[in-house]
């Protein structure tokens, strides 16, 4: 009955993975460790929403 007001966690890693790719686009202009590690971090996400759909 109430599984409208649930949050879909695929939802909510897709939103974390896209925030860390525009940070590691903005990074990568300046500093290009940081932009890595950003970049990093969100192949980390993107494991876990794969894993999440499998």
Not at 6 to 14: C, I, R, S, T, Y
Not at 32 to 51: H, N, P, T
Request: glycine share 0%; net charge positive; charged share 45%.
């Amino acid at each position: 009955m109430f599984s409208i007001f649930k949050k879909d966690p695929v939802k909510a890693l897709q939103k974390e993975y896209k925030r860390l790719m525009e940070d590691s686009f903005q990074l990568s202009k300046t500093d290009r460790q940081a932009s890595d590690a950003k970049r990093e971090e969100a192949e980390e996400v993107l494991k876990k929403i794969e894993a999440l759909k499998a």
